[in-house]
């Protein structure tokens, strides 16, 4: 039975997206091959009347709070669980840190564990132009009042403010569960009893699921046929409550569940021999907050992506002297001039050995002087413990990649109830995040059909045979760069929008410009009016002038 409400969507193919001149020939280029099949029969628009599914959203960070979004506005219901006591995920600043431990609690979830890795002097490196999302503008102006940082490359606590802002315009708020954590996420076969207990048989809007899994309407009515893919068991614990001795744990029963976690809290630890006799401070950049406890030190930062960068200038600013070390550096870095406000950052190749006189020893051969510290900017593993036992989807043997995995989204066994969004990186990660959830959304609510299971299988062989046969390390599965572009593109026109609506001319430029602006001007290219060129804000602006957004006039007043 269709649900009460939902309309039937119109008849319309979504045509193939033709391949992207110019970016094909790299060692990643592999990563795009599989956003523009010459066909594509799981993107024709569905037939059925439109399903209204209860769906459960792990995580309120940015994905998690857009996934909601998309989700509503396809008429599903929708509870957000969230284990802290506020949204926001990695945006969410704290002084406090997982330091003690060396290295990091191991992934998964443990008991007083910081999940977030922001640190407290952190600037977007992106205009918040590009990081908007597609219908609600990363502007001053339409954030009702919260904006305290209009600067283009903004402070992490604007982003926070843009997302609460989000929240509150498209009504997100009674819709996420706080200081809940999902322990256990089990597919259930299809037509199988629900098992619910206790309170959590009840979703945040009061309504109770039935006996078949699905919440239903007011009327009694089911709120959709029996569906012939899993459904979800979520396994929940909530965080103990001020005064008492239990913890409330409970178990909920969803149609479709869609996985925003997050990949920036299991720091990435490198073996590095000799680090056990190191007499120093190891540390990686999950840990770091602010720079004044290496004041006077000589400190080796690993790793120069944007974190590594932007961290060992601040702690320049404090320290002595640094290293920053990384494989891959062009030409002679010895001979490199110092570098940073105060002439001493030293550039050097990567960190092969620590001695227990404190000296770092660098691919080339050379020593530094003994230093007192370590800090580790290498990134962070995967991880999704709660389907851990699923043996539909999970971590590689490194926590590098999510696999098996259709398009970065799906696995092909349990889809499409089952998604994992935001796992790409080196990309502009809120519009991307905002096209998988749409196109998420309207594959189950059916307005686009799902892949077949064949188109699953072999999409996602094809793309693991390849990656193996090119001898591509499995953590860049998930790799996208200037790719993401054209993965946008497939996405938006598999959701039938039209294809740039992620990909437009103005974003493309301003990320590039970023870029450069990055390399070329690191210390003060979020401040110069040369980065971003005015053409492309000016493009930007209109296009955010036709959008029809809330402006929060109940925050305004």
């Not at 269709?2 to 110019?22: E, M, N, Y």
């Not at 790299?26 to 993107?43: D, E, I, L, Q, W």
């Not at 599903?76 to 969410?92: D, I, K, N, S």
């Not at 003994?370 to 990134?379: E, H, R, S």
């Amino acid at each position: 039975m269709a649900c009460t409400g939902c309309v039937q969507p119109s008849l319309k193919l979504i045509s193939a997206l033709p391949a992207r001149p110019g970016i094909q020939g790299t060692a990643r280029a592999s990563n795009f091959r599989h956003f523009h099949p010459t066909t594509c029969k799981s993107m024709a628009i569905g037939t059925q009347s439109r399903q209204c599914l209860s769906t459960a959203v792990v995580g309120a960070g940015a994905a998690g709070l857009v996934a909601a979004k998309e989700l509503l506005a396809e008429g599903h219901r929708v509870t957000v669980f969230e284990q802290g006591p506020v949204l926001g995920g990695t945006w969410v600043y704290t002084p406090k840190s997982d330091e003690a431990s060396r290295p990091s609690p191991g992934p998964g979830v443990a008991e007083g564990r910081v999940y977030t890795s922001m640190y407290r002097d952190l600037r977007t490196n992106l205009p918040r132009e590009v990081m908007s999302f597609l219908d609600f503008p990363f502007l001053p102006d339409a954030m009702g009042g919260r904006s305290h940082d209009t600067r283009r490359f903004c402070s992490h606590s604007e982003v926070l403010a843009y997302l609460e802002a989000f929240t509150d315009a498209f009504s997100l708020r009674h819709h996420i569960q706080y200081d809940t954590t999902v322990t256990l996420a089990e597919p259930l076969p299809a037509g199988h009893e629900n098992g619910l207990t206790d309170a959590a048989a009840v979703s945040s809007n009061g309504q109770r699921a039935e006996a078949n899994g699905h919440t239903s309407h007011g009327n009694g009515q089911a709120a959709c046929e029996d569906l012939p893919w899993p459904r979800w068991r979520l396994s929940l614990r909530q965080a103990q409550r001020k005064g008492s001795k239990q913890r409330h744990v409970s178990t909920q029963d969803f149609d479709a569940l869609l996985v925003c976690n997050g990949h920036y809290t299991d720091a990435r630890w490198p073996e590095v021999a000799g680090q056990e006799a190191f007499p120093g401070r190891i540390s990686h950049s999950h840990n770091y907050r602010e720079p004044s406890s290496y004041k006077g030190q000589r400190v080796v930062c690993v790793g120069a992506s944007a974190s590594g960068t932007d961290i060992s200038r601040e702690i320049a600013s404090t320290a002595d002297e640094v290293y920053l070390c990384e494989r891959g550096w062009d030409g002679d870095v010895q001979s490199h001039p110092a570098a940073g406000p105060r002439g001493n950052i030293h550039k050097r190749p990567g960190l092969i050995s620590l001695r227990s006189d404190g000296r770092a020893e660098f691919e080339d051969g050379s020593f530094s002087q003994p230093v007192d510290a370590v800090l580790f900017c290498t990134g962070y593993l995967y991880s999704v413990p709660f389907l851990s036992t699923s043996a539909v989807v999970g971590c590689d043997a490194s926590q590098s990649s999510i696999e098996p995995l259709y398009r970065h989204l799906f696995p092909p066994t349990a889809a499409p109830t089952l998604a994992l969004l935001a796992l790409p990186w080196r990309v502009v990660p809120f519009p991307l995040a905002q096209l998988q959830a749409r196109w998420v959304a309207r594959v189950l609510s059916g307005k686009v059909a799902p892949p077949t299971h064949e188109e699953l299988r072999a999409d996602s062989a094809a793309f693991y045979k390849e990656q193996q046969e090119e001898g591509r390390r499995s953590r860049d599965a998930h790799y996208l760069g200037e790719h993401q572009w054209g993965y946008n593109e497939w996405l938006a026109r598999s959701c039938g929008e039209p294809a740039d609506i992620a990909s437009t001319p103005w974003r493309i430029a301003m990320n590039n410009q970023a870029s450069m602006g990055r390399r070329a001007a690191p210390e003060d290219y979020r401040d110069r009016d040369d980065t971003i060129d005015a053409k492309a804000i000016s493009a930007a602006h209109a296009d955010f002038a036709s959008l029809k957004v809330p402006f929060l006039r109940e925050l305004q007043a």
